[in-house]
């Protein structure tokens, strides 16, 4: 298995360029997310997705669109890139996060990241 | 407000001693799970321990073991014997639970600022 893997691992956009991260899960996870990094702080939601067809928005949503038209994908894009969205972009999976009958727990594993720099 | 606060932006801990990193929570809900990472200079998260809020016990994984204690919302982590290999960021991360998915919750991690630790030789 391979987990959670993210292409490409570094990115570098000038202004308004356009570009798609994309994230693929072999683990047959129902939910996926897409978080940034900023130095000193730590990951924020951006989308995420509870199944195949449906998105969500996160936190910090504005400036990017998300797709999940299959199961194991979940995909990233910036339609006009802007120097604040220079950032370290993470992708996460999981199965759902609880039973509504009771607490159980289901770990969110990660992807290795996407450092993107926007000139 | 803030939900995830680590108030530890830096520590330094001498190679084989225990460190404590510091973590306290708020939420409204009663179940409810606590995480905590690891980011080495790397960039990966590494998952190293999970507490729930029904759990009774502390959560041990190896050198890792979360102090939980719910009263105070506070979910620290502590190493013992700490390694050079241990230097990394950490991260607290708190998932709310059942009655947050059934309110409309994405079901998330929400993360604390970090603490960066660093083991002396």
């Known amino acids: 298995n391979a987990g959670v893997t993210q292409t490409p691992k570094f990115r570098v956009l000038k202004t308004g360029q356009s570009m798609t991260l994309l994230c693929a899960q072999d683990?047959?996870?129902?939910?996926m997310y897409w978080y940034r990094q900023d130095p000193g702080m730590g990951l924020r939601l951006i989308h995420y997705s509870v199944g195949e067809g449906t998105t969500a928005k996160g936190e910090v949503p504005d400036g990017y669109n998300v797709s999940r038209l299959k199961k194991q994908n979940f995909l990233l894009g910036l339609e006009s890139a802007a120097p604040s969205q220079t950032s370290v972009y993470f992708c996460?999976?999981?199965?759902?996060?609880?039973?509504?009958?009771?607490?159980?727990?289901?770990?969110?594993?990660f992807g290795p990241g996407t450092r993107l720099t926007v000139l | 407000a803030q939900k995830i606060t680590q108030t530890q932006p830096g520590m330094f801990v001498q190679e084989k001693e225990a460190v404590t990193l510091d973590c306290t929570y708020d939420?409204?809900?009663?179940?409810?799970?606590l995480f905590w990472y690891k980011q080495p200079s790397s960039g990966e998260m590494i998952f190293l321990i999970y507490q729930g809020s029904y759990d009774e016990q502390n959560a041990t994984e190896g050198r890792y073991s979360l102090n939980f204690q719910k009263a105070r919302k506070s979910a620290n982590l502590v190493i013992s014997a700490s390694q050079l290999g241990d230097s990394a960021m950490y991260f607290c991360a708190m998932r709310e639970g059942s009655l947050s998915v059934l309110r409309g919750s994405q079901g998330n991690l929400i993360f604390g600022k970090g603490t960066k630790l660093s083991v002396k030789p």
């Open positions: 939420t409204s809900d009663q179940s409810y799970g």
């Open positions: 996460a999976s999981s199965y759902p996060p609880f039973s509504i009958a009771g607490q159980s727990y289901n770990e969110q594993f």
């Open positions: 683990m047959n996870h129902e939910y």
